[in-house]
């Protein structure tokens, strides 16, 4: 299936929600984005709904259509977390990075006998390249100027030919309860400081938010291409 067929489809695209572990997370006391990621893998959280079910799914098929369509031959994920989400990628190379060493266990060990994928936190990132690079449910975790700045620079650095994020896309934090949560209007970062790259398109939800994280989502995709700057 096309990606463009993928756009008009139903939002039925699989079984109804799975149970989400949410005690041990929602009870982590919150003091910076780094820490709160590392705790939250190391007391046995995993990387939230939006990783699971109709979630991961909807995902899955964008970007795998993504990838199909445009010839991509390498993939870097800037947040792999516990590697639920690229149970369902069909990438033909994928380097994961994350914050935290017990996600990057995780993922190495659930991975292991997969050649094609590698896993490192982001204290071993070397400055690898690939043709797309990718931010899944991530930057509304930055809580903090400077971490969103590095993690921005570092995710369109990173890439070749594209960047994919999903995300909210929005400064409005107004009644937003979760100390790990802000909400950021990235896309006035990126024409700022990322010049050499266009909005190639913005593909709404299929499940948008409504109040209930675990049937919608604030998040849409967003697909930034590289400019030839010579021309």
């Given at each position: ?53 109709i979630f991961a799914e ?13 010839a991509i031959q390498s ?54 390249r690939g043709d797309l ?99």
């Open positions: 299936m096309s990606l463009k067929e993928i756009i008009k489809k139903s939002p039925l695209l699989g079984p109804s929600l799975m149970w989400i572990r949410r005690k041990t997370q929602t009870q982590l006391k919150f003091e910076r984005s780094d820490q709160y990621w590392k705790d939250r893998y190391k007391n046995g959280g995993n990387s939230g709904a939006g990783s699971y079910s909807f995902k899955a098929e964008i970007l795998n259509a993504f990838v199909e369509e445009n993939v870097i994920e800037f947040g792999s977390g516990d590697g639920n989400q690229l149970t369902l990628a069909t990438y033909p190379r994928y380097l994961g990075v994350d914050i935290s060493p017990e996600a990057v266990a995780l993922c190495e060990a659930r991975f292991q006998k997969d050649g094609n994928k590698a896993f490192i936190t982001l204290d071993q990132y070397a400055d690898e690079s990718i931010s899944l449910d991530v930057i509304y975790h930055l809580v903090e100027d400077g971490t969103f700045h590095a993690y921005m620079h570092r995710l369109f650095d990173a890439a070749l030919r594209y960047v994919i994020i999903y995300s909210s896309n929005t400064d409005e934090n107004s009644g937003n309860d979760a100390a790990h949560v802000r909400h950021r209007h990235f896309s006035a970062w990126i024409d700022k400081h990322q010049s050499a790259w266009v909005l190639d398109r913005h593909l709404p939800n299929c499940y948008p938010y409504s109040g209930n994280s675990e049937t919608g989502s604030f998040a849409d995709f967003f697909i930034y291409k590289k400019i030839d700057l010579k021309h």
